[in-house]
């Protein structure tokens, strides 16, 4: 393969570094603009190239040194040897690039990034995978860069609570010593598929997961014993079984093996029950600015009736519920529903009420009228609104639209058409979620 010098000027949203060679953009696994590197060019497109980074011949003012002994070979802190000050200089330029380029909106004000208040241990849930070698072998921890299908043995990840550090090593010297067959993803066989940690940053209460292929779990009193023995500080033990080829970590079938079977975790006075399966913001402390940063757009006023679609277990629906007449949510997942009503209960919210249903058959098959609504929140997945939902939400002529997105890109699509439809919006309020990742989160009001 060919070797050249490049001059780095640039880094792109999915991490990489980018240089420019013979007219054409090159994509490199790493580097940081300002660097001089030798690359040696690895594929050639009619429009890019991509390049691996050989030698760094000049090093950017912006360069650190990473914390992480795996930085480099994980794929998830991609920016962790650059300045966190300019970490959030790239994620408010993402932002603004994405609403002036994909939603068409050049004078939207776009603040600050709101920085995270730990670059460190802010992560309340982290997923570990299993991946079987030859002669028995295996590896417990998280994926190389690049890799779906390729896991390095974790030692130390410095995104999560280190109690999770200490779990894994125990749930890998176990499954290890009882010999019990890690899953080989290439040929569907093998029973250890992946471990799941929640610690709740607040609560300190913690739950491990094993996901496991089809059977029940070989001597789980003395799996659970043994960890109890070890791990006072874990509250609950879920083994949950899935025979899904996807290399997915969600389970089909979830049994108890040790407490409640939940954790309990405190928002903005508010406390809210998360089982094994249920979606919780991953950075407790950051969600509170996230969701603090949309109530003082929104500014609710006490007669409204406000809808909360995508609700998960029903957070910002019951933060709002006491400054607001009523609330509804919607939400497609059983188990965060069953929790959204728990967490109801749990604080004592009479005035919300939650429904079991995608929300795009929820809008048509409830028709909510004009007039019946002042608030809707969205807080949609990565792909935003589905454009039907998108078409009910607009018909629904609520006075208010507060949006959280976890993705720039579908947002700015998303606003563009509510701009099209009668809406307005006039400010965006980024907040960063995942230090050391291209991860930025949002919110904005949509006024009618």
Known sequence: MRIVQLEIDDLAFDGKAVAHLDGKVVFLDTGLPGETVLAEI??????????VVKEILSRSPRRIAAVC????????CSWQDLQYSEQLIF?????????ARIGGMADVVIHDVLPSENLFHYRNKMEFSFHSLSDERFHLGLHRRGHFDDIFDLETCHLQHDLADRLVTFVRDYVRREKLPVYDVSQHVGYMRFLIIRRAARTGQTMVIAVTNRGAFPESDRFVREMNEQFPEVTTVIHGETGSRSNVATSEVETVQYGPGYIEEELLGLRFRIRAGSFFQTNTAQAERLYQAGFDLLQPHSTDRLLDLYCGTGTIGLLLAAQVAEVVGVELVPDAVLMARENATLNGIGNATFFNEPVKEFLHKYALGPGGLDVVVIDPPRAGLHPKALKRIVALSAGKLLYFSCNPATFARDARELCEAGYAMSEVRPVDMFPHTRHIELTALFTH
């Open 42 to 51: 690895t594929r050639t497109k009619s429009r890019y190239s991509q390049a």
């Open 69 to 76: 002994s795996h930085f480099g070979v994980c794929g998830g």
């Open 91 to 99: 994620k408010k330029r993402h932002v603004t690039e994405c609403l």
